[in-house]
């Protein structure tokens, strides 16, 4: 189970983003700490509202809205050397938070000044986005989306696959190749008489190409077009 | 060098985001495509519009913003029933795009309609965010973080790959893709006027040959022999 908590968010398009992140990949419980009233209001009443911002919680304290979970991480820009609670990158941070037993809460600061000092004592641990150390700070939303990203990465099934085309076969090629040299020859591109490495060449040329035999049969009548015009 | 696209943005924040998220992990070289005036300026002259978006190319087709581009990735909710080019999850992709030689870019449709077939067309294969089916449209600004944090997500711990060829640009197969269209428009294979369905499924057709700049040379000089020996 995974709650986001998004502490002393100000803007109501980062509030309706960080919604429509969990939604899209499958997160339900967002709670808001001392959000900014008007944000709420905004960002619920905003035309592509869903369930998570309808069921969104709010409480008055980081205290409260943390107290049913197990593990509770916050996230950061900061480096190591500014906080005093263990860091991880979020490629690290994501396998110790699969693994988590119980409730998950992962803290997102406000826009403009992250997680406080007090904010981060009530995490077991931080997590930071490996952004350039240049421009560290992500933009709220964004911010939401990449760490639930590597939370489901790989967790999902691979994207449904739509089934390989069948590959040409070797003779099929082979024909495509006849009627190549046969075109290329009658356009005076090969010189006769033909010379092996010649056909290695365009052998090789078409097995690069590794057509599936509806293409191979596409090419194989574009060629012959071809053949037909040239001998005319 | 990764380069991102984005094809028909309409909302300037959302520029602003897709920038400010490109910054933050490191890529600096967004172009815009048929992008709504408006909203780029208005993007443009933000407060926290960084290096990224001051250097952003606007291009009136998407051909001509990914011309110098060696792997040409799209973006898409859809699931694979719905589309007609190879699609990988975001996880299988991130290998793939890394071992990419050359130029990358990553293309993002617009929020509202994704990438049409046409913009389609121009990609190698496409990749899909693992969103859930039932909520899958993101927020074109998280799309944006997201994908680019699968990018750099562990590099520095990155495997040593194979070598591969170079592939051909996009620009490179475009023009084979004219010389094609001219000769089968010479041969009566297409009967003219050429309609727009005849390229894409032709531009599809040499996107999947995924040919190396090598071999897209030797069949602009096969394809330039038959023009001219269907001339004479």
Redesign the interface.
């Known amino acids: 189970m995974v709650t986001v908590v998004l502490v002393s968010p100000r803007n109501p398009?980062n509030i309706g983003?960080a919604a429509?992140?969990m939604?899209?990949?499958?997160f339900f419980d967002l709670r808001l700490v001392n959000a900014y009233r008007v944000a709420v209001d905004e960002a619920r009443s905003g035309v592509n509202a869903?369930r998570v911002l309808a069921e969104a919680r709010e409480f008055p304290s980081l205290a409260e809205a943390v107290a049913d979970c197990h593990l509770v991480v916050g996230t950061t820009g900061a480096g190591p050397r500014d906080v005093t609670v263990p860091l991880f990158s979020?490629?690290e941070a994501g396998p110790k938070m699969k693994r988590a037993k119980g409730r998950l809460a992962i803290l997102f600061g406000s826009e403009k000044f992250g997680l406080s000092n007090e904010d981060m004592s009530h995490c077991h641990w931080l997590l930071r986005?490996?952004?350039?150390e240049e421009?560290?700070?992500?933009?709220l939303?964004?911010a939401v989306?990449?760490a639930l990203?590597?939370l489901?990465?790989?967790s999902?099934a691979?994207?449904?696959?739509?089934p390989a085309p069948p590959g040409a076969t070797a003779g099929a090629e082979d024909r495509l190749l006849q009627y190549?040299i046969e075109?290329?020859t009658?356009?005076?591109?090969i010189k006769p008489p033909v010379d092996a490495s010649q056909i290695l060449k365009l052998r090789r040329?078409l097995r690069?190409?590794?057509?599936?035999e509806k293409?191979a049969v596409?090419w194989q009548?574009?060629l012959r077009?071809?053949l037909?015009?040239?001998k005319q």
Chains 1, 2 share one sequence.
């Not at 939604?23 to 499958?26: D, K, L, R, Y």
């Not at 691979?158 to 739509?162: F, M, V």
């Open positions: 398009l983003a429509r992140a939604s899209n990949f499958g869903g979020l490629e986005i490996p952004t350039r421009h560290r700070s992500m933009n939303g964004q989306a990449v990203y590597e489901i990465r790989n999902r691979r994207a449904p696959q739509p190549l075109s290329l009658l356009c005076e591109y040329l690069r190409m590794a057509l599936s293409d596409m009548g574009m077009q071809v037909w015009k040239v």
